[in-house]
């Protein structure tokens, strides 16, 4: 299942995607996260947790381009691999969206230089990542 499958579609996920979600978003808010980074866990080869899954035979692919953070290559327990990819790309649209991140930054002036230079640097990595997507696509 790949990521662009994801974005693309406009119907959303049901189920235990939406509690994933719901409690991503809620342990987020309660902590107050500066600058919250949503991946999709990828189980690398030679890592124990790509033994255990491709020995309980949940890797889905092979192809290691899609190994990049965002596309799930296994399969979860409890949930589809296409709740957890909606869930993650929901995620990341909420809190980097151009709100989201001027809120930041403002956030970490009162916290001074340091944490506002980085704060600063990241937002501007999400939104130059976010425009080669889109020009990308």
């Known amino acids: 299942f790949q990521a662009e499958d994801g974005i693309r579609d406009v119907e959303r996920s049901r189920g ?6 719901r409690q991503t978003h809620e342990f987020v808010k309660s902590t107050d996260i500066d600058n919250p ?9 030679g890592t124990p947790i790509y033994d255990e899954l491709e020995k309980q035979g949940r890797i889905l692919t092979h ?13 979860p327990k409890n949930m589809t691999p296409e709740e957890l990819l909606h869930g993650t790309i929901d995620l990341r649209k ?5 709100l989201q991140t001027l809120k930041r930054t403002f956030k970490t002036v009162s916290l001074g ?7 600063t640097i990241q937002n501007i990595t999400f939104i130059i990542n976010r425009i080669s997507y ?4």
């Open 94 to 98: 909420e809190f980097h969206s151009n």
């Open 113 to 119: 230089y340091h944490p506002f230079k980085m704060t």
């Open 37 to 45: 980074i949503f991946n999709t866990l990828t189980p690398f080869p």
């Open 134 to 137: 889109i020009v990308n696509k």
């Open 16 to 21: 235990l995607g939406d509690v994933y979600k």
């Open 63 to 75: 192809d290691w381009e899609k190994y990049d953070l965002l596309n799930v290559v296994f399969k």
